[in-house]
């Protein structure tokens, strides 16, 4: 089934390709071209029994996400992001499928990502009222919350001798990307224009969904 992984890292170019241009009928097609076929990917790998199931859902809400920002990313910025909490909620239930225990290197991941996180949402969040977007502030704070606790349940993933080292490192990998993704989004939206910031933020994302995807059926395919 690795054409369908082959045709998710096509779409993704094709995705940044049409960025870059400015090509929106491509972006329509490509954007959740990638997701559509990451679902295929692990459908058909590795089914959709148990936690898997959860992943599958995160992808589906996902392209949700995806198509809701793709129309407008103004208009729609709050439809996505609930569509986006709502997938990491379901990747967060895949990973504790059983509930690991908590043990001296969780407190050390949850540490880390709790002061970094903290340091650059509260950037975003002065800069709010500046922007007319002060109504966005407990949104963004509960998303980043959520966000937070799914990439500590996929780092744990590094420490729990249940799952293959190197599905660990996958999973791990996309979602620090997939959380990067977001942090671009938002400091482009809400504190400062980055150049090339769309093509940064949606090539963080599709990486990070893929190797996120790409550990979890190397641990259950």
């Not at 809400?190 to 769309?198: C, K, N, W």
């Amino acid at each position: 089934m690795l054409i369908f992984l082959i045709l998710a890292f096509v779409f993704a170019a094709l995705e940044a390709l049409a960025l870059h241009k400015n090509w929106f009928k491509l972006e329509v097609i490509a954007k959740p071209g990638v997701m559509v076929f990451l679902f295929l990917w692990l459908w058909l790998s590795a089914g959709l029994d148990g936690a898997l199931l959860w992943f599958g859902l995160g992808i589906l809400l996902s392209v949700t996400g995806d198509v809701l920002l793709m129309i407008s990313l103004d208009k729609f910025f709050l439809a996505g992001l609930v569509a986006f909490l709502l997938a990491h909620i379901a990747y967060i239930v895949g990973f504790n499928i059983p509930i690991p225990q908590m043990n001296f290197f969780g407190v050390v991941f949850a540490v880390m990502i709790g002061i970094g996180g903290a340091r650059v949402i509260r950037r975003i969040l002065d800069r709010l009222p500046g922007s007319g977007n002060e109504r966005m502030r407990l949104p963004i704070i509960v998303y980043s919350t959520v966000i937070s606790v799914m990439l500590l349940s996929a780092m744990l993933k590094l420490v729990d001798i249940s799952w293959d080292a190197s599905a660990a490192l996958l999973v791990s990998l996309g979602a620090f990307l997939f959380y990067l993704s977001d942090i671009i989004l938002a400091w482009n939206k809400f504190v400062a224009p980055i150049q090339g910031g769309r093509i940064y933020n949606i090539a963080a994302y599709h990486l990070g969904q893929i190797a996120l995807i790409a550990g979890v059926i190397a641990q259950f395919g």
